[in-house]
């Protein structure tokens, strides 16, 4: 089985936050951070696999600091730990106070996505190699994660079966 480095899929992303990104409070509007997110780590997906990719699930976004106007946003992401068709990416938003360069870390979040073949099914990834200390961190801690996860899509399976798709207009 092939293999790769987490650094081999590492991505940066750097933005200034316009009027148009930000919410009622004038600091970035969490649905598009959470569409940076998405976006990158796709893209860091599709660097290990070298094939089509699709997001599997969000574990979580968590917005830890306001990112304001006279910010710049980072986002880095990269493969953290593979299972058999799916890998997990983890995302860092660090945000930047451009005057004073102070940097502080505003928002973590890990997804996991599944390699699809040309049917759309999934196909086996390449495994994953840690290197930094970073790296190994995430690495050491994803069973657990991978677990979690494997419970949540359960009980929403089981969760789904009771919603009704019936619409108040039908
Ligand atoms: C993700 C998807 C391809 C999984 O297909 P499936 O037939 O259920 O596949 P499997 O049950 O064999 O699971 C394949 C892998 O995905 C993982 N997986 C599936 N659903 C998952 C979830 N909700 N969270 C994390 N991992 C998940 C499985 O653990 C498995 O990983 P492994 O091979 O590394 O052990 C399928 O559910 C799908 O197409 N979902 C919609 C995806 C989409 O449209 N994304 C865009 C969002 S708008």
Request: glycine residues 2%; neutral net charge; proline residues 5%.
């Amino acid at each position: 089985m092939e293999q790769r480095y987490s650094r081999e899929s590492r991505c940066y992303k750097t933005s200034r936050i316009f009027p148009t990104d930000v919410n009622n409070h004038n600091t970035l509007f969490g649905g598009k951070l959470m569409a940076y997110i998405d976006d990158i780590a796709s893209i860091a997906a599709t660097k290990h696999c070298r094939r089509a990719v699709v997001t599997a699930s969000t574990d979580s976004v968590d917005f830890l600091q306001p990112i304001r106007p006279s910010d710049s946003v980072c986002l880095e992401s990269f493969v953290t730990w593979t299972g058999r068709t799916s890998v997990e990416v983890f995302v860092k938003v660090i945000k930047e106070d451009l005057l004073t360069g102070e940097r502080i870390v505003a928002a973590t979040s890990f997804l996991t996505f599944v390699a699809l073949d040309q049917n759309r099914h999934p196909v086996p990834v390449p495994k994953v190699m840690p290197e930094s200390e970073e790296e190994f961190k995430l690495y050491e801690t994803a069973p657990h994660r991978a677990e979690m996860r494997r419970i949540r899509r359960e009980e929403s399976k089981k969760f789904a079966d009771y919603l009704t798709v019936v619409h108040p207009w039908d």
